[in-house]
């Protein structure tokens, strides 16, 4: 099978979104289906509801030509060879997740079926979705031979998402047949024989020509289970390390070092040991969760899972008494704020550890300033700006006479901040760093008192763990 294949991406998110824009950059038709008319009609004009790099340029380059926005899902069914859905699975109230915007999609697609069709699962499912979806569709009264479901689940990060889904470590297809097999190979074919990366205007990223990405077929329930099992593992690896740097903060070593350590040992590796305030996002505290619901459901007890999360929960506090410990007392205490997004590059502020601190220093008196490169609309949504909240432009007018400036992303914006600045900018040169992102020693000697995760700093007396027996 060579050349365009017709696609149907089901649900313009994030995920969705940027699918449909990398299927049409790599050369196939696609059509990209939402039932929300406002966000259809503003795509359909060039607006871009998600800040992620690369996108905006994708889509003014394919929109209008291999690339269509519509609300009409039977249409674009009847389109299509391949139709992924990228519909939302939100974390239901017991934790596990909420397949029905899922199981809707599968109904109205069944409805719509006049040929051979593969469905694949993008959207991140506990396993026996698959099943579930072939059942909905059987029971509309699709004959079998009509349609396979299929899993081919996506590892794409908030900020990277367009460089991930083009050049990624690995591409899992799960299918229990060989046409549908087949058709999915043919979708990745222009990356996995290292045609995409010899086009001009391609966007760069690690892979090449030689380097292509590897594909991976399994059943549809392991590539279901590696989904939620790599995000279950990889936030496992950031409450490990927050655990580490609390042991190195009590012992006065540095966690950075000790992470460069683990890191260099090959089958540890060095990512996602970056202590700080814990996980946020739309998908680790949604899946791991869900991951343990499912484990849960076959019988497993998971409890590892439970205490992943007990400590991410726990990271956030310790980092609040640590403020604490450096403020003394909260009310009226005038607080800047970098950072607001669940980490820098995004503008996504959902289950952000900076919006739960911010959230905490409101509810104790504090007023607080904050800037986000991109984020300060949607936190607008969850903390209106008011008399105690407000929300400015630029860095340095956050930190306008502070009592403290906290640093709660990553953005690499805050890296190249001037600290001089900074310094003479703050009522009291205090900066509380959830990230780990300046070097302590420099900060020292700059006249900052420099807290931050896992390092011994000048105000080791001030550690949470040292001085709770001496405070409140
Ligand atoms: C994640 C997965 O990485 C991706 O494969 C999946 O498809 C969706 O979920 P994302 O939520 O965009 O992607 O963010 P990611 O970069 O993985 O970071 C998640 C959270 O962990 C952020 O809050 C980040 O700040 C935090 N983090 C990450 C750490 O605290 N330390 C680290 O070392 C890495």
Redesign the pocket.
């Known amino acids: 099978m060579k050349g365009p294949i017709s696609i149907a991406v089901v649900g313009s998110g994030?995920?969705g979104l940027v699918a449909a824009a990398c299927f049409a950059e790599i050369g196939h038709r696609v059509i990209c289906v939402d039932n929300d008319e406002e966000k259809v009609s503003t795509l359909q004009n060039g607006g871009i509801p998600i800040h992620e790099e690369y996108l905006p340029e994708l889509i003014q380059r394919h929109r209008g030509d291999r690339l269509q926005f519509t609300s009409d899902l039977r249409a674009a069914t009847q389109a299509a060879q391949a139709i992924f859905i990228a519909v939302g699975t939100p974390q239901s109230s017991s934790g596990s997740a909420d397949l029905s915007y899922v199981d809707a999609v599968a109904s109205e697609i069944a409805r719509s079926i006049d040929g051979y069709k593969v469905l694949v699962e993008k959207s991140?499912v506990p396993v026996y979705t698959n099943e579930w979806i072939r059942r909905v569709i059987e029971r509309n009264g699709v004959p079998k031979e009509l349609f396979d479901v299929t899993s081919n689940?996506?590892?794409?990060?908030?900020?990277?998402?367009v460089v991930?889904f083009l050049h990624p470590d690995r591409i899992v297809l799960g299918a229990a047949t060989e046409r549908a097999s087949d058709l999915l190979q043919a979708i990745y074919r222009p990356l996995t024989v290292g045609e995409y990366y010899g086009a001009e205007n391609a966007v760069p990223g690690p892979r090449g020509q030689n380097d292509t990405p590897p594909v991976l077929l399994t059943s549809t329930k392991a590539a279901e289970i590696i989904?939620h099992a790599?995000?279950a593992f990889?936030?496992t690896?950031?409450s490990f390390?927050?655990v580490v740097a609390n042991v190195c903060e009590a012992a006065g070593a540095d966690v950075e070092e000790v992470a460069r350590g683990l890191g260099m040992d090959t089958r540890i590796g060095p990512?996602?040991?970056?202590?700080?305030?814990?996980?946020?996002?739309?998908?680790?505290p949604k899946?791991v969760a869900a991951f343990r619901h499912v484990a849960e459901q076959v019988g497993v007890d998971f409890t590892l899972l439970r205490e992943v999360e007990k400590i991410n929960e726990e990271q956030k506090q310790r980092f609040f008494r640590k403020v604490r410990s450096a403020l003394w007392t909260f009310r009226g205490k005038k607080i800047g704020v970098l950072g607001l997004a669940?980490?820098?590059?995004?503008d996504?502020v959902r289950?952000?550890?900076a919006l739960d601190i911010v959230q905490q220093l409101l509810k104790e008196g504090c007023i607080v300033t904050a800037y986000d490169p991109a984020a300060e609309e949607r936190s607008k949504e969850l903390i209106p700006p008011g008399p105690q909240m407000r929300y400015v432009s630029d860095p340095y007018d956050a930190a306008q006479d502070a009592d403290a400036l906290l640093i709660l992303?990553?953005w690499q914006e805050f890296l190249e901040l001037d600290l001089e600045r900074l310094h003479y900018t703050l009522r009291y040169p205090i900066l509380i760093d959830g990230?780990n992102l300046y070097d302590p020693g420099r900060m020292a000697q700059m006249g900052f008192t420099y807290l931050s995760v896992g390092r011994p700093g000048p105000m080791h007396a001030l550690d949470p763990a040292i001085s709770s027996r001496f405070t409140l």
């Open positions: 994030y995920v991140t689940p996506e590892f794409l990060r908030e900020g990277t998402a991930d989904k790599s995000n990889l936030a690896k950031i390390i927050n990512k996602f040991l970056r202590a700080g305030i814990g996980y946020g996002g739309s998908c680790f899946d669940f980490k820098g590059g995004t996504d289950e952000s550890p992303n990553d990230r």
